[in-house]
């Protein structure tokens, strides 16, 4: 099917806008070029056997957690089963806390096809359950994650979660997944200009 010019351009436009937004209702009685604030931010790092969610509370004495975990699937289930338990618990997530936006990972590349699908197939049940939802979504590269929460955009995992533990002032390190999907909700944070996280040092 062909499109023409015109259309290409917008397509071209939708795709180019800085820290991707992937679903944004527009109130229409906002003064044009006006950003809403959220207090009530969700992360979200998918996967199929283990999708990391974490909500926070932007307060004016910084950020604190809300609720964090893990949907895990094992092994032995069938991708299709994992899909429905990712849909549910982040319907039940979303019921629960009541979140005002979504900041999920980026896409990545794959070397290998199958992953790359399979992941695809995990996010997508993902945002398919935010969307339903209404909430704003948005799209944050894993790269620019790390430079915003560690400083480094090459960073191990494990700088990532002390950092996130340190920045919501948490008892113990959180767990991989959960980590970075706090740190997603942390980078969109910083990315309103709530905090300043550029100014964290690594432990």
Known sequence: MGITPAQFQQLQQRTAASGRRLAAPVDPGAPAGAARRHSLVLGIDPSLRGTGYGIIRLLKTGPTLVA?????????????????????????????????????????????????????????AALAAIAESGLDIY????????????????????????????????????????ADALALALTHAREQGRYALKNAKPL
């Not at 895990?72 to 319907?91: D, E, F, G, N, T």
Request: with cysteine.
């Open 139 to 178: 799209e944050i590269a894993t790269r620019k994650v790390k430079q915003a929460i560690v400083g480094y955009g090459a960073a191990q995992k494990l700088a990532v979660a002390k950092m996130v533990q340190r920045l919501l002032n948490l008892d113990e390190v959180p767990e991989p997944d959960a």
């Open 68 to 124: 964090a975990g893990t949907i895990k699937c094992p092994a032995a289930w069938r991708r299709s089963r994992c899909l429905v338990k990712i849909m549910q618990s982040l319907r039940d997530v979303v019921r629960s806390h009541s979140p005002e936006v979504c900041a999920i990972e980026g896409l990545f590349y794959a070397q290998n096809l199958q992953t790359a699908i399979i992941m695809g197939e995990a996010r997508g």
